[in-house]
């Protein structure tokens, strides 16, 4: 069965601390695994990972794929009281298909 | 402003009264998507649309319809809606794939 698996599923950090979200998966036909941000609306796209090894940086945020170990991680330093959202991890996958499975999402709350 | 739109974005009805929600994208896109998000399951694909006359099934497609006569267009329709089908409900446009896509506000839908 296909499947994406985010852990932990809820987490509290102080502002200026660095976390670290965790997402595995299980498909066939890989084709690139995403990482969105929800906040009290609709998901914002933040990073598309295809190849291993390489890591995406955007300020503060930095994402990294391991094609092999079947995860990627999402790391925030740092933190803001503005990163509290939930972050959904989805891989895009199938051969002649188009398909999207999202994991249930990390919620984070930083506090002051 | 390059965006997603939905209508309505809130909707209360009854059983059974078929429904239309509304979906429209500004940006050109070809691939368009719908998904609904429930707590505990996360978001899921209800139907993609590769372009114009093209769908196909996502994972959770009973109970809805959708249609693809105009590219900027992709229309939700519950013929006959259930209890079971109150949701949280966004729309998606990408230009190739099912990646970086650009999500629209959310419906959230309540049957009665």
């Known amino acids: 069965e296909d499947k994406v698996v985010q852990s932990p599923l809820s987490l509290v950090v102080h502002e200026g601390d660095t976390v670290t979200l965790n997402c595995s998966y299980e498909v066939t036909n890989f084709r690139s695994l995403l990482w969105y941000k929800q906040e009290k609306k609709a998901p914002t796209f933040l990073f598309m990972l295809?190849?291993?090894?390489i890591e995406k940086k955007s300020g503060r945020l930095s994402s990294i794929l391991d094609k092999k170990e079947l995860f990627s991680i999402l790391n925030i330093t740092a933190t803001q009281t503005g990163d509290s959202a939930v972050y959904l991890c989805?891989?895009?996958?199938?051969?002649?298909?188009?398909?999207?499975?999202f994991g249930t999402g990390t919620l984070l709350a930083v506090q002051p | 402003e390059a965006q997603v739109t939905q209508n309505p974005r809130y909707l209360i009805t009854v059983t059974g009264k078929k429904l239309t929600v509304t979906c429209s994208q500004n940006?050109?896109?070809?691939?368009m998507s719908w998904y609904r998000q429930d707590p505990g399951l996360g978001l899921r694909q209800i139907y993609y649309?590769?372009?114009?006359?093209?769908?196909d099934k996502g994972d959770v497609p009973e109970g809805y319809k959708v249609s693809r006569k105009e590219k900027r267009n992709f229309p939700l329709i519950l013929e006959s809606p259930s209890p079971n089908q109150t949701s949280l409900y966004f729309c998606?446009?990408?230009?190739?794939?099912?990646?970086?896509?650009?999500f629209g506000p959310g419906t959230r839908l309540t049957v009665l």
């Open positions: 998606a446009s990408s230009t190739e794939g099912l990646d970086t896509q650009y």
């Open positions: 989805a891989v895009y996958y199938g051969g002649a298909t188009n398909k999207l499975i």
């Open positions: 295809t190849s291993s090894g």
């Open positions: 940006m050109n896109h070809e691939y």
């Open positions: 649309s590769m372009n114009v006359e093209v769908t």
